[in-house]
């Protein structure tokens, strides 16, 4: 009765976790699509009634601005705001971190400094896949071990070096492992005894 219980509550938080930042997503798309909305009423009047050019313009305006901000970021005055911005709002929030440097690497970046390694940290008498957030002063190791299915939830260890194993395989990889329930560890553990030699 008690796994069929945890069985119910981690695919209900699953589930959660998976559907919310979906439905944020659409919701404040449709919002910012009503902000513009007044903007694109007067060009919406001059084409025909049958279509659905208040709402299309409205998503055309919308998609042009977050394409424009994407643009003004890579200056260096837009980074340094950009940075600002994340130092002082987004990374106070939990997840936050893992989450950026998932997106980085899904967009092809690689800032080293900025995006999580993936590793296998010896927790207890197990292996289990994390990933290192940041290197100590004194050599230790702070990981971060993400729950099954979903990475964006987990535990935070402070670990000696001799107890983190740093994977040279890709961050994408990492995050399949953990969201396929492990399958797929067999390569992260190849990839452990590979840096050994």
């Known amino acids: 009765?008690?796994?069929?219980?945890?069985?119910?509550?981690?695919?209900?938080?699953?589930?959660?976790?998976?559907?919310?930042?979906?439905?944020?997503?659409?919701?404040?798309?449709?919002?910012?699509?009503?902000?513009?909305?007044?903007?694109?009423?007067?060009?919406?009047?001059?084409?025909?009634?049958?279509?659905?050019?208040?709402?299309?313009?409205?998503?055309?305006?919308?998609?042009?601005?977050?394409?424009?901000?994407?643009?003004?970021?890579?200056?260096?005055?837009?980074?340094?705001?950009?940075e600002r911005i994340e130092k002082s709002f987004f990374e106070r929030m939990p997840g936050y971190a893992l989450f950026r440097s998932l997106t980085q690497r899904l967009a092809g970046k690689n800032d080293e400094e900025n995006v999580s390694k993936p590793a296998l940290a010896e927790i207890e008498d197990a292996l289990v896949p994390a990933f290192i957030i940041e290197e100590l002063e004194d050599g230790r190791f702070t990981v971060f071990v993400p729950s099954v299915p979903t990475p964006f939830a987990g535990a935070v260890y402070i670990l000696t070096p001799d107890r983190v194993h740093p994977l040279d395989v890709p961050f994408t990889q990492a995050i399949k492992v953990i969201s396929r329930w492990g399958q797929g560890s067999k390569e992260l553990v190849t990839a452990m005894e590979r840096n050994k030699h």
Not at 16 to 31: F, T
């Open 1 to 82: 009765m008690k796994q069929f219980i945890e069985f119910v509550v981690k695919a209900f938080v699953t589930g959660l976790l998976i559907l919310v930042p979906v439905y944020l997503s659409v919701l404040l798309l449709l919002k910012a699509m009503n902000s513009v909305a007044g903007l694109a009423k007067p060009f919406a009047n001059l084409l025909p009634e049958w279509l659905p050019a208040e709402h299309i313009l409205s998503l055309i305006l919308v998609l042009i601005v977050c394409f424009l901000i994407g643009v003004a970021v890579r200056t260096p005055a837009g980074r340094a705001i950009q």
